[in-house]
């Protein structure tokens, strides 16, 4: 038999009746018998010993000695404001001069006017005028009181009207001669400036009291402090049951404080509420604090728990904030083993991205700037002398021409040739990747302790593990072509799982996210993910993985708006959070800036190759010894038929010949690394090992023979 017995107070009931104290968490405890004497139940809290904590063992948060509004980068973006700000209101009105002066000019005979009858009532001494005309309408009712005022009025102000008017005939005659002296003795410039700032002077006692003459060059607006209790109303307007229910609990664990050009506040939500709730609902957050949808950007801050919230609400649209100013546009250069500059933040912070062991997967609807974003990554990696670009631009558009230069392999067009020179690139990678990984293995201990690429290994060139990137816009039009697609997607997947390790990483951008145009191989394995505007759900988690949508994050309407917020997307996978980023933009003049620099660094280093230096073949992959590597496989293999040979015994073959390159091939892929030479695979009845006749896919010799005479001829026409 037990019962309830809450500790605490000493209780006076009886063994049988429970406490109705109910401040204090339940203990079960066994009942007496009736007949037995009732003890004092035991807590069961005394049978463990308290322990009690120091202050030095409870965790805390230390806040920055300096408030962020004072940090560097924030009193850099005030200098650049306030001198933006004087420099266009100097140069608006220096331009307007003219104007001002005419406006004196049309309002001096009235300023003149008002003088003379300024100066003519201060010697009148009008304010004892007013008295003595008061006095004169009091007289109708009290003549001698009238009469007592009106004099004594007179008896204060005769002195002074007669001091007033010698000092107006002394003031009146030392002008007449300063004027005449200055009429025989001052040059005519000088006489015209002082006539000029008589007129501004007259012109402005004549100016209208509701028209200055010196309009505002900026017109600020004005925005409403943000408060507690404007969250609080805001928070409460989201629909959110328990943020707006009577005793929601919602407190505010700092001040809300400036924060760049906005306010910060920093929210604890009722217990049970997360900041990812608050997050999925922005417009409604929006609505609720009375701002523009593009001035409200929640975050969560999962590092304290996920029932904080730090909301920052712009002064500002980002949409209308201009464009997004490059660091390294005119100057500087980047380094492949640090974080490249890749935009801001809603706060005006520079948002910064790792490109060494990460992929990068860039999605967006057409026009929303992700050839802007995969731009701004390729031109910092372009500034580092050490890495080889690999750039193929899938639409044709000449969007990263003026990158040529620096490029080992390049290709912008959108046609069939095209496309099979990027499927190209992708095998000639992937055996890329197998052979870094193969010399990475062999260094010893002192030289990679770690098995990873240093800058150390990079910059010795003995060993070419320097760092690759691959850049594949538009990357749909491969993944999705009838005749490259599959083998690509599969070579994609095993750089991006291999690759990284070593020193390459690849950069997709693409305008139509779906299992067919971006593998799920492919952006299931990438790290780095940019999401600018997308249709919908199924786009968004695309892009950004499976659950970004239910979890908060949405690059859809309305939390993102199409062409309004071009530029503008989630960025997830180079922070420890998730951040809404606004990309720096490059026109094409700044790319062919950058790329003059990024080769003048490239030709002091010794580093130019491929294509940028006129060569169309490298040498470390023998891209066109595979017809040659089919002969000698030809000559080899056993089971050899006038038809030709099955396309499963040639990969056996090569794969024997060229581990380092062949491994892994199967028939699609011999077959897709073929159709650049115009060869197709076709069926061929044959007999296998054991004699029966079987129709599999192979390769005839007179194709490959015909193909052979293609090349040769190709190579006797080219000048030497």
Known sequence: MSLIQFPGKPSAEPSGVASTDTDVAPRVVEATPLDEPVTAPVSVDQQHEVVDVF???????RRPLVPPAFTKEHRATALRWYVGRLA???????????????????????GGARLVMGVWN????????AIQDQAVR???DNLKEGADIYHAAERVAAPKRKTRCTVFTLVGVAAVGGAIGLWFFVPSWALLLIVCAIIDILGYLGRPVDRPLIGPAVVSEQYVKLTSDIVVRGLSSTGIAALSAKDAVITFPAPIQRDGEGWRAEVDLPHGTTANEVIKVRNKLASGLRRQLGCVWPESAPDVHEGRLILWVGDKDLAKKGYVRWPLAMKGRHDFFSRLPFGEEPRGRLVTIPVFQHNIIIGAIPGQGKTGAASCITCAEALDPTVELWIHELAGKGDYDPLEMVSHRFVSGIDDEAIAYAAQSLRMLRAEAMRRVAVLKSLPRDICPDKHITREIADKRSLKLWPLVAVFEECQNLFSHADYGKQAGDDAEFVIRVGRAVGMSLIFSTQRPDKDALPTGVSGNVSIKFCLYVPGQVENDMILGTSSYQNGLRATAPNLRPEIDAGIGILKGATPIPLIVKVAYLNMTAKERIAKRARALREAAGTLSGVAIGE????????????????????????????????????????ELRPDVYSGWDPDALAAALKPYAIRTVQLHMPDESGTRRTRYGLKRELLNKALAVRAERRRLEPS
Not at 88 to 110: L, S
Not at 122 to 128: G, K
């Open 88 to 110: 266009h209101r100097t140069k608006y009105h220096v331009i307007r001069v003219p104007w001002y002066q005419g406006k004196t000019f049309m309002y001096a005979p009235r």
């Open 616 to 655: 169309t073949e490298d040498p470390r992959f023998e891209a066109t010894s595979l017809l040659d590597d089919l002969q000698v496989v030809y000559a080899s293999c056993e089971r050899l038929d006038r038809q030709g040979v099955w396309s499963q015994d040639l990969c056996a073959g090569l794969a």
């Open 122 to 129: 201060w010697m009148r001494v009008s304010e004892a005028r």
């Open 55 to 61: 202050p030095w063992q409870q965790p805390d948060e």
């Open 138 to 140: 009091r007289a109708s």
